[in-house]
């Protein structure tokens, strides 16, 4: 184990990594302190999640570079668990929240054991959009309240409701300093960018000023941080809670996986590495669950942090854990320094989080790219607001998925050919034409082509109307290389069909042996005479022209010994 940490950390690197870390360490900390108090959980929890996620998902996870921290849709999925639970359960709610957690980094380690890495982000894009736009007006919309100076209450619903009371109500000196945060972290030169996070320097000089100038002025603040290690919070749940607890782990699981497998992504293309995808969700599982064992939030690879962290020369696990260790410092020893922050500057920086969260570049085009795209986008960024994010995402998948079957059969239907006569038109040889010419209209050939899901067997299933007009049946299946279990029953009930009407099956196999392995478990093959079974076209035309040559004469024998 520990040769294999060596191996991985990668020592040479350290100074990078040690700038790296320090610089994602500045990040995280008012990003994790706005977090934490925005959920409903205080600032520690934001900060425990640094220690713990940060860390363990560095030292365990696939991505060298990755940092991990709370993140804005982590975040609003946990205050709706925390705000739900507390209300249900006031004693125990915030205990269960934390369980919640805890579900949520096991249920990560158990689709990275179960290899799901790779298939996590085939998630339909206009879904993913949709969800994180919808994530992103939620972050702003909570933090309407504490921009005009008032507790944040009753979640987005309750944010709507009281808005024109907050507005008569408005105290301007929360104002102020929520306004000074977003212009100073949208107009900060990019000089000082480079040496300072204009998230950090905003929450600098924006306790300086509420200090200063609006001491009397009932500004909101962080209050007193408790300092030392973290108590241990045992699991806590009700079995009435339970099934809906077990939801909500499992949703910010997933929420977590694709949030950091996607932040993977942008470390791979700017480092040229490979990520382990697997290994990352077993490292983020990890990270999780120590999290809520110890009352900190869920979280996932952040992307700013791990940009930054890379700019600065961080380039192995050594960087994640160390910006993890500046942050228990603070917890140990700096916590007091953090108290006098007004909620006004929090929410002033997670407005600009939630602004960078809505995917305006998608936004703006969906309905010129797709309709349809722009229907599901749209939709589900109002359920995920309005209703819940859980039943946004389902829907969302629902819908794009049928959509996504309805323009695949419509594919796979076109690919399914039922030729009659030959011509210019039709994909044959010439030889196989002059074939199909000699069978004066008595046979039909239906050629399949590509991947046969269940999406074709409609269409495989109406070519059975046409059967009774024909003697021989030719069904080629040498171009497919998939065949659905739908598909493979459809085919085997046109045979059925097809020896009902009495017309001669012959099967063009090819060589493809998975469709082949599909056909003899279902025992098509025994259906049909040895012979009837070849392997290429032609040889089935010269076939069927055989068979009819035969039935041709043997009619006309019959027809003689009666006259």
């Known amino acids: ?8 950390v ?22 994790a302190l706005a977090f934490g108090v925005t959920s409903g959980a205080g600032a520690t929890a934001g900060l425990y999640c640094v220690v713990f996620l940060g860390f363990f998902a560095a030292l365990f996870g696939g991505t060298p570079t990755l940092i991990s ?29 934390f369980t919640v957690v805890m579900l949520a980094g096991c249920f990560q380690i158990l689709f990275g054991l179960w290899r799901l890495g790779k298939y996590i982000t085939l998630m339909p894009y206009t879904v993913i959009s949709g969800f994180m736009s919808g994530i992103g007006l939620i972050m702003i919309l909570l933090q309407i309240g504490p921009l005009l100076g008032h507790s944040s209450k009753g979640g987005v619903l309750g944010a709507v409701q009281n808005l024109p009371e907050w507005i008569q109500t ?27 996070p204009p998230q950090l320097l905003a929450l600098v ?55 950091s497998l996607l932040t993977s992504v942008i470390a791979d293309s700017i480092t040229r590495t490979q990520h382990d995808s697997d290994k990352e969700l077993i490292g983020q599982g990890i990270g999780n669950l120590l999290s809520g064992l110890f009352g900190g939030l869920p979280g996932a690879g952040a992307t700013m942090g791990t940009v930054v962290n890379i700019q600065a020369g961080g380039r192995t696990c050594l960087s994640g854990m160390i910006h993890a260790v500046i942050l228990l410092m603070v917890v140990l020893w700096a916590a007091p ?41 749209y939709g589900v960024m109002l359920l995920t607001v309005f209703v819940d994010l859980i039943v946004a995402v389902g829907v969302g998948v629902f819908i794009a998925n049928m959509l996504t079957i309805k323009r695949l059969a419509d594919l796979q239907s076109e690919d399914v050919k039922a030729i009659t006569h030959a011509d210019d038109q039709t994909p044959l040889t010439p030889e196989e034409k002059d074939l199909f010419r ?22 495989i299933s109406q070519r059975q109307a046409i059967m009774s007009d024909y003697k021989v049946l030719i069904l080629d299946v040498s171009s497919v290389p998939l065949l659905g279990v739908t598909a493979t029953l459809a085919i085997e009930s046109l045979i059925q069909e097809a020896q009902k009407h009495h017309l001669a099956v012959f099967l063009v196999n090819g060589s493809a042996n998975r469709v082949q392995q599909r056909l003899q478990r279902f025992r098509i093959l025994d259906r049909l005479p040895a012979d009837h079974v070849v392997s290429d076209r032609r040889q089935a035309l010269e076939k069927a022209i055989q068979f009819l040559h035969q039935g041709a004469e043997l009619q006309e024998a019959t027809t003689g010994s009666y006259e």
């Open 69 to 97: 921290n709370p993140t804005g849709p982590m975040t609003v999925v946990m205050t709706a668990v925390i705000t739900r639970l507390t209300g249900e359960y006031p004693e125990q709610g915030l205990y269960m929240a």
């Open 170 to 196: 408005v105290n301007f000196a929360a104002l102020a300093l929520g306004l000074f945060t977003l212009g100073l972290i949208y107009f900060t030169p990019q000089k000082i960018r480079r040496i300072v």
């Open 438 to 459: 000699q069978a004066k209209g008595q046979l039909l050939l239906l050629h399949l082509g590509g991947p046969m899901s269940f999406g074709a067997a409609w269409a």
């Open 337 to 377: 320094l953090t108290e006098p922050i007004p909620t006004a500057v929090l929410a002033g920086i997670l407005i600009k989080v939630g602004i960078d969260i809505i995917d305006w570049n998608f936004l703006k085009r969906a309905h010129v790219l797709s309709l349809r795209a722009a229907f599901i986008m």
């Open 10 to 31: 990668h020592f040479k690197y350290w100074r990078g990594d040690l700038f790296g870390g320090l610089t994602a360490a500045i990040v995280a900390l008012p990003m």
């Open 1 to 8: 184990m520990q040769t294999n940490l060596i191996n991985r």
């Open 205 to 259: 000089l924006g306790t300086i000023l509420s200090m200063v100038f609006f001491a009397d002025a009932g500004l909101t603040r962080i209050g007193t941080i408790p300092t030392g290690l973290p108590e241990f919070v045992p699991p806590t749940f009700t079995l009435p809670a339970l099934k809906t607890m077990i939801v909500d782990g499992a949703m910010l699981g997933m929420l977590g996986c694709i949030d």
